[in-house]
């Protein structure tokens, strides 16, 4: 595999205003690691009284997003976060290193999953949370038990409430968790999509290949929809450096975002991802449509009442979730014609990638 054509840009890094640390958490090492690297990057470290985050934010929703996106809170994760759920069709099971991003999208999938503000919350009891992911050890039935997907194990996804690399330089939690599982000697695997770029801690890690990074994209002319991450050309970069240090990879195209001209948008990011990406052997696809629901339409509005992000009624479907509730989805001939075009030209422009899934 070629070495990367230029050096790596600087990377976009969260630096939240304030870190809170809860009572509770302050038992714990991780937590003490969390506050000296805030320190370090001339952050403000609060110790709390209690475990009760008392933020006194602001009636106003656009203000009281602001302030909560611009705080950290080391808490404890409950025995209840511990109990690790099935997380298809991505991988055999969820498994939190933190909740909350920092990044500013304005379709972001967790607005009306998160009660409350939208503080991101790193977990101090990171040694426990990773030691329960033992007794999860062939237990899962997304990819253990699938005849194409078997050999990547048991599989832990760390990206379904957080972009672990987008906090990384805070936290240091997701660092932790590459060498945690580098060193289990099992068949499993991690697995984070991120849409940040600062790769730099995790390519020296001891990760005997149990972590696979996907890149999160979207094409360019979507980007006012994902305020405060890197550009696409610096996560395909990021993603390239991690395959050269031999990590497995990967392409989260997500959300694919039906609106005018997306045939001649989608098929530029693709190209782009080819150019950067062709010659890397393990490389996998995961597709994912836009989708949301009344509820996170309404969390979401509230945040962004500027966004020119298409959420009516055109091509739209409802779709009743596992949990009961509807969301909104295109609708089938729309999904049909997606669906053929993103096939098509992945197969054309990256040949050895492996479509995982649909959705």
Not at 198 to 223: C, F
Request: charged letters at 25%; a positive charge; glycine letters at 6%.
């Amino acid at each position: 595999m070629a070495s990367l054509p230029n050096p790596e840009p600087a990377p976009t890094i969260w630096r939240p205003r304030r870190v809170l640390l809860t009572r509770s958490a302050r038992r714990y090492p991780h937590a003490l690691v969390i506050a000296e690297r805030a320190a370090a990057h001339g952050i403000d470290v609060v110790e709390l009284p209690s475990d009760r985050l008392a933020l006194g934010l602001p009636g106003d929703p656009r203000r009281a997003y602001a302030e909560a996106k611009q705080t950290l809170a080391v808490t404890v994760a409950p025995p209840s976060k511990r109990k690790l759920q099935p997380i298809a069709p991505s991988a055999d099971w969820r498994v939190d290193l933190a909740e909350g991003c920092p990044a500013h999208c304005s379709y972001c999938y967790l607005a009306g999953s998160l009660k409350g503000p939208p503080i991101t919350r790193a977990y101090a009891n990171l040694d426990e949370i990773l030691e329960g992911c033992k007794a999860y050890l062939g237990q899962g039935t997304i990819t253990s038990r699938s005849r194409t997907r078997a050999h990547e194990g048991t599989t832990f996804e760390a990206s379904c409430y957080t972009d672990p690399l987008g906090i990384e330089p805070i936290t240091g939690s997701l660092s932790a968790a590459i060498a945690w599982f580098g060193r289990w000697d099992a068949d499993v695997q991690l697995r984070f999509t991120s849409k940040f770029a600062d790769v730099e801690p995790l390519l020296d890690l001891e990760h005997n290949g149990r972590t696979r990074m996907r890149a999160s994209i979207n094409p360019k002319a979507y980007a006012r929809f994902e305020g405060g991450t890197a550009p696409v050309a610096r996560r395909l970069q990021a993603l390239r450096r991690m395959a050269l240090a031999g990590y497995p990879v990967g392409l989260t195209i997500a959300p694919i975002i039906a609106a005018e001209g997306w045939e001649q948008t989608y098929g530029e990011l693709i190209d782009q991802a080819g150019d950067m990406l062709s010659d890397v052997q393990d490389l996998t696809v995961e597709l994912i449509t836009h989708r949301y629901t009344a509820g996170s339409k309404a969390v979401l509005d509230s945040w962004y009442p500027g966004s020119r992000l298409d959420m009516g009624d055109t091509n739209r479907s409802s779709k009743r979730t596992t949990s009961g509730t509807e969301k909104q989805v295109y609708d089938a001939s729309t999904m049909k014609a997606l669906r053929t075009f993103f096939e098509a030209r992945i197969a054309e422009a990256l040949p050895a990638a492996r479509i995982l899934y649909w959705t």
